[in-house]
């Protein structure tokens, strides 16, 4: 692209803003590279927002932006807008990203999955994780026993495993099941220590700084699910959030990030006024509210 197209998209697709994807924040990040992408540390965090306050950029709340920015054109005076959103319910939000948010008075946005809070979420990508790390030896169902005693053999089980379950042809939850069914007891408790409690998300919804959406009951891949089912399955979690929290759900994000044609009527019938995925930069012009481009946020090693 020449100068005098890059000038051009510019003034006809101006940058508004961004809305981070995030999903953990942790004083220490996993050995595993898939799990460690989806961490971060509170340092990261608090220099990252002070890096943005020293650029202009404004922190808003994803009402702020819907009502106020979102479809307005940005004259090259007007301030940036950033959102910063977490998706799933992991309790190191509460711990250690919402000291962050009050330090700064940052308002953010919980994208909640309502199993977690319910204490029904599955985290097995990362009992695996504990699995692997607490023992020398791993035995599959048939008798294989894969030695993992060193780091390299750590990483290569972790690797072969998220490879297996992944291309399985089954759900990951499932599958995983079939292959360490034989360990799950020994970390059964992971998923509940793991996962926000209501009173937790109370607290921060108490704080004015944390607006709360949808992000589906059960976490599902949209693309397997018929409307009918996905309206069920993001009805059950704006209907969990209104019972436990007496307020309307009114932004979603979409389960890995997969929208489909179903998945975005679903949420438009549930009156839902924007709905985000995990990637896609920068919000620009022209915006689709219901297809949100977020900022998956990485810290660098």
Not at 271 to 297: E, F, H
Request: net charge negative.
């Amino acid at each position: 692209m020449n100068i005098i197209a890059k000038i051009k998209n510019k003034i006809e697709h101006p940058v508004l803003g961004e809305i981070w994807c995030l999903h953990r924040v942790l004083p220490e990040r996993s050995r595993f590279g898939r799990n460690k992408e989806l961490e971060i540390t509170p340092r990261f965090l608090q220099e990252k927002i002070e890096a943005y306050q020293r650029d202009g950029f404004r922190f808003c709340s994803i009402d702020e932006i819907y009502s106020g920015q979102l479809f307005r054109y940005r004259f090259p005076w007007m301030p940036r807008f950033v959102n910063i959103s977490f998706d799933d319910g992991f309790s190191d939000v509460y711990e250690h990203a919402f000291p962050v948010f009050k330090k700064y008075a940052i308002p953010f946005t919980l994208y909640l999955t309502t199993d977690f809070p319910e204490k029904k979420a599955f985290i097995w990508w990362l009992m695996l994780e504990k699995i692997i790390l607490d023992h020398d030896a791993v035995e599959f169902p048939d008798g294989t026993r894969y030695p993992c005693s060193i780091e390299d053999d750590k990483q290569r089980l972790f690797e072969e495993s998220m490879h297996l379950i992944y291309h399985s042809g089954e759900s990951a939850p499932i599958f995983f099941t079939k292959l360490f069914g034989k360990y799950i007891g020994e970390y059964a408790s992971m998923n509940e220590k793991l996962a926000l409690s209501w009173s937790q998300i109370l607290e921060m919804l108490d704080s004015g700084l944390c607006t709360l959406g949808s992000h589906s009951a059960t976490h599902p891949d949209f693309r397997s699910l018929s409307y009918d089912e996905i309206l069920k399955d993001i009805q059950a979690s704006v209907s969990k959030i209104k019972e436990k929290t007496k307020k309307d759900v009114f932004h979603f994000s979409y389960p890995h990030s997969f929208r489909t044609d179903n998945a975005e009527r679903a949420v438009v019938k549930l009156g839902m006024q924007t709905a985000a995925m995990g990637y896609g930069g920068s919000v620009k012009l022209p915006v689709d509210g219901y297809c949100l481009p977020r900022n998956y946020i990485v810290e660098p090693e």
